[in-house]
């Protein structure tokens, strides 16, 4: 199987360009819903007074926030294409990850205040309140077995413990997230004081659970099947790139149908016995090709081990395209692409398809030594078929700033007026780091530097 160079469409079959909800936009709706959430608890109380009052209206604020925030979390992981074009996969991971440590803690304090309130109020301990509150409210015991679930997935994703269990755990656990949000919601309308009177209230509040519920069980479940139905994908080659890298070259049918723009990622299940339960992300290494897909997957574990050693006709399930690593993020005529490692996959498909006039591009490779190097020979034909500059930048990784190849003023050297590019970066998180660096002293504007993670 060789590469060939397409430049697919990057637009819908109707012309129109892909619906994108950018960063911006996301943010807005975000914010005003929590201000929405805010102004019903405002609306619904006239006047606070006293501690109890105080205390007990900070816990309905907490207690609406956080019940906003679960749905909120659900919503940005559903996998809608809108979002995931337009904000990206690991932007909208990273958000994810934000607002699940503050439903984590705004939960908690919506305890603690609503608790210390109600033993105000009733001149009771705290301790008594508290097993009033788990003997008298059936719901309240089911919220409160909830909130242990959700401290559960917040420690377990805490940076010093995720490293320490492996992805599947890590994933396993916070799948309890749903039995949280299940085991929480009738406790919002059995004792919230902005819902057991105000029937329009609880009728919208309902409908943002089921609008979630329904995008979640659209797009994580049925759309996988119906794509899985209709592309009948099927490994046709595997072949080996270098000592660590495999490409995996798969067909299919209908493949323009799934709209894919070089640069994303699928998530890929590959229907063989001990692998058939995973699905990685893994990048397209090269534009869609008629009837043909292409993944180059650099050894890290079980799973990209065992890419090594798959059979042609393997079934495969794809779930995406997802990512918007794409020519939509474009905002100059020059560009200049960095790949590090593995990361040249999306890169390479980018450099293959972005448009452009001879000059227009610039790919610098990042890679320890020569031999790691995979696609030279494609990327070198890329770049004689479509004037555009290719250079390597070698070294190990631990160079120092100083003597790091990818350094300000070798960039600056290899890219005259580097400033005026739009960049592309991928690669390992030490390395993208250090390149977002280099390129803000050579002045490239932070919003002209688009980067793709591999590690969400
Ligand atoms: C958007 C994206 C695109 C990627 N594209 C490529 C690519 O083109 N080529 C390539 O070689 N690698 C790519 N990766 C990285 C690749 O997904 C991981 O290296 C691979 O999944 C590791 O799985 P493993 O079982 O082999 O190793 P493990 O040792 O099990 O995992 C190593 C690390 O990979 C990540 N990981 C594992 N499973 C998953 C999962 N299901 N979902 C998300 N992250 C996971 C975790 O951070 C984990 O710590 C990409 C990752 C992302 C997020």
New binding site residues.
Partial sequence: MTATLSVPASRRRDGQDYLRVGAGPALTAMWAGAAAVVFLWWHDTPFVTGLDGWLTNAGRITGLLAGYLVVLLLALMARVPALERGVG??RLARWHAMAGRYTVCISVAHTLLIIWGYSVTAHASVLNQTGSFLTSYPDVLMATVALGLLVLVGVVSARAARRRV???TW?FIHLYTYLAIALAFSHQFATGADFMTNLPARVLWSAMYVVVAVLLVWFRLVRPVVQALRHQLRVVEVRRESAD?VSVWMSGRHLERLGIEPGQ?F?WRFLTRGRWW????????AAPSGNLLR????????????LFSLEPGTRVLAEGP??AFTAGRRTRRKVLLIGGG??I??IRALFESLPGEPGDLTLAYRATSASDIVFRDELEWIARERGAKLFYLLGSRGTKRRTDPLNAANLERHVPGLREHDVYLCGPPGMTERAQAELRKAGVPRRRIHH?????
């Fill in positions: 996969t690991d492996s992805y599947e994933h890298t990622f998530r995973a699905a990685n992300p893994y990048s397209l290494s993944i180059t997957v650099k050894h890290a574990g079980e799973h990209s081990r065992g997802f990512g593995v990361g996959t999306p793709e993670s591999f590690t969400f």
